[in-house]
């Protein structure tokens, strides 16, 4: 497992990450969200509702991994779409990515 993921459960682990559409856009929408990652594999609709709604809310956004690596890192079979709770951790998860 890589850096990026590895970041990730350590988020989840610290309850800072949902996971999810429903949660995901609910946490875009409070504001909760300081990043949402959307799987390579997801539908051209759900990337592009998501970067939509995080442009909007000017939240940042990164498309990256499969359904299977996000779902793994987040303790869960396969997920689409995640969003980091915490603003510490997603500096570092966008640090990481950007490394890449």
Known sequence: MNKVFSMVGLATRAGKTVAGEFSVEKAVKQRKAKLVMVSTEASDNTKKLFE????????????????EELGNATG?????????????????IIQLISKK
Do not use: H, M, Q, W
Request: overall charge positive.
């Open 76 to 92: 869960n079979k396969d997920r689409v779409s995640i969003a980091v709770l915490d603003s510490e951790f997603s500096k570092s």
């Open 52 to 67: 939509n709604k995080c442009k909007y809310y000017e939240i940042p956004y990164v498309t990256y991994g499969t359904r």
